[in-house]
């Protein structure tokens, strides 16, 4: 006797990749809209080259959805080729505003799911809607993710500081009002491993450009950045209690420069003393 094929998970359940991805996609390039009484639709418009991943989420929905296509003028040129994907019915609109997608605009207020979802894949979404993956001009590996949404860059810059060590503090540039975060070289190539894995549902072309960054390896002659060393309570005790930042630097296993500036904070109050526990 057969066994029983297992059933579909539930529509929009972010325990699953795919589902995880698409919604951080949903949330930075998707506008979901409200009509006249109970009436909205979701759409997401993208270029034609990338309308593979429009099919996709049209796959994965269970519900009435369409993809269509048209040719308009831009800012960025005078005939531009799209592919959008709608989708009407107001059980998935519900779904998706009470996962954290909301109506009209949205781009401030998104934040990362408050339920259990697959955190790397939608990142990955995230990125391929509203960031770069490739190598700089100068060849350097990188991954940059532009957002209004400060609840979205914290949670990068926690995710790929717990991945490979390496801090970002957001801040919104004076043009725009935006965040731009970006990891560079290495960190790039962690992250990027990380999130854009073998069969993921991604972009193909950023899959390609993803893939392409692991082959990077750092010139002999190019300097390694040192990852920001943090201080703790008791290696502030100890410092203190040597009042010499070379025989602390040889007992902490830091540099003598280092404890000479972290001995100058503390005593100046621009950091606070270690309270004795």
């Not at 990142?123 to 490739?134: F, M």
């Not at 300097?223 to 005790?237: I, L, Y």
Request: proline share 5%; hydrophobic share 35%.
């Amino acid at each position: 006797m057969a066994e029983p094929e297992p059933s579909a998970p539930q529509f929009m359940d972010l325990s699953v990749p795919e589902y995880a991805y698409m919604f951080g996609f949903l949330q930075a390039d998707g506008h979901l809209a409200q009509g006249p009484g109970l009436k909205g639709r979701l759409t997401v418009e993208i270029s034609i080259r990338d309308i593979d991943l429009l099919y996709r989420f049209k796959q994965l929905t269970p519900y009435n959805s369409s993809v269509t296509e048209r040719i308009r003028p831009t800012n960025f040129a005078e005939s531009h080729h799209s592919a959008t994907w709608s989708l009407c019915s107001l059980e998935a609109r519900t779904t998706l505003n009470q996962l954290g997608l909301p109506y009209g605009r949205k781009t401030r207020k998104i934040t990362p799911p408050r339920v259990d979802f697959s955190r790397r894949d939608y990142l990955r979404g995230l990125i391929d809607a509203d960031g770069s993956v490739g190598y700089t001009s100068q060849g350097f590996p990188f991954l940059s993710l532009t957002t209004a949404s400060t609840a979205v860059g914290v949670y990068l810059c926690r995710y790929a500081r717990r991945l490979t060590g390496v801090e970002r503090i957001v801040g919104r540039n004076s043009r725009d009002d935006i965040y731009n975060i970006s990891y560079e070289k290495e960190a790039a190539q962690g992250l990027v491993a990380d999130l854009y894995y073998p069969d993921c549902l991604s972009l193909g072309r950023k899959q390609v450009k993803a893939d392409a960054l692991a082959s990077w390896v750092r010139p002999a002659n190019m300097r390694a950045a040192c990852t920001k060393q943090h201080w703790s309570k008791w290696e502030d005790r100890i410092l203190l209690q040597s009042h010499d930042a070379t025989t602390a630097a040889q007992e902490l296993g830091r540099t003598e420069k280092s404890c000479r500036l972290r001995l100058w904070r503390l005593r100046t109050g621009q950091v606070p003393m270690p309270v004795d526990q």
